[in-house]
């Protein structure tokens, strides 16, 4: 015969008698990249940069010298060539491609670290732990560049249409006092910062991180992303600065860059070392994407 009597549940399952178990949130997990810096210490990695510099400024002033060098070559180019509609968006796609162009001066921070001297040929001729994916890297940012210097034609033929760069002397009186002016530097400024952050966020410790781990281009440029995004405060102050100073640069007619390439160079390779974890910068990275070959 069949009772109808219910045991209890055994003192081991409290829920074996049916019963719903309460429903608790987790437990809250720390974010593996978020440091959770304030923005002040932006200016902290200025102040390495440029004791960096000071350290053995010889390398990394010829260095500077280069960059202001090839930027001069590239404005006379595109003025001698009858190019110069490119010049504004070249002096733009220069935050795209200025981290990349910055390894040789990560490499010395990264050496100066470990108590070494760095030579401009080693600084010019760096070997990245993750070998052909730097390259790989390197079209991607270069991709980036060309896709912002057409988008950027696009944008000035949608305002003053399919006509010929009326030249230096009369454009900027058309961009600064015209009514359509002002909305071409409203809408180019607003797709060029677009491009500019995206650049910035993919490459700020995409390519120190391709310098200093073994994986690949696709896997850093994603965690550099995430870095910057959980890290977000201080990377705005960081690209203010890097802005701010890459403006006066341009003002003194690149003359400038001499010093202040260094100094950003230098100063993002401390940047990197302060919001990637040190098990990660001396160990096999994590990857996102795919095994480096």
């Excluded at 960081?238 to 802005?243: C, E, K, P, R």
């Amino acid at each position: 015969m069949l009772s109808n009597r219910t045991d209890p549940p055994p003192p081991d399952n409290p829920y074996a008698g049916g019963a719903i178990p309460k429903v608790v949130p987790p437990l809250p997990t720390p974010n593996p990249r978020a440091r959770n810096l304030p923005a002040r210490t932006a200016f902290g990695w200025l102040r390495a940069g440029w004791h960096d510099l000071r350290a053995d400024p010889a390398p990394s002033l010829a260095y500077g010298g280069g960059v202001f060098a090839i930027s001069v070559a590239v404005v006379w180019l595109l003025l001698g060539l009858g190019l110069d509609y490119a010049l504004f968006p070249a002096l733009a796609g220069f935050m795209v491609v200025g981290p990349l162009v910055a390894n040789g001066l990560y490499e010395k921070s990264r050496r100066f670290e470990a108590g070494k001297r760095t030579s401009l040929g080693q600084m010019l001729l760096v070997r990245p732990r993750s070998g052909h994916q730097a390259l790989f890297m390197g079209v991607l940012l270069l991709g980036l560049f060309l896709l912002w210097m057409r988008a950027a034609v696009l944008i000035y033929a949608l305002f003053f249409g399919i006509n010929p760069f009326p030249g230096m002397d009369e454009i900027v009186p058309m961009l600064f006092l015209t009514p359509t002016g002002w909305a071409l530097l409203l809408v180019g400024g607003a797709v060029g910062a677009l491009f500019a952050g995206f650049a910035f966020a993919i490459s700020v410790f995409g390519v120190p991180m391709l310098l200093q781990e073994k994986t690949d281009a696709l896997s850093a440029l994603g965690i550099s992303m995430a870095m910057v995004w959980n890290n977000l405060a201080v990377m705005l102050a960081w690209g203010a600065i890097v802005f701010a100073l890459f403006v006066v640069s341009v003002l003194t007619g690149f003359v400038g860059l001499i010093v202040v390439f260094p100094v950003l160079g230098h100063a993002t390779w401390h940047a990197y070392r302060a919001i990637r974890a040190d098990d990660r910068q001396t160990g096999e990275a994590e990857r996102m994407f795919i095994r480096p070959a």
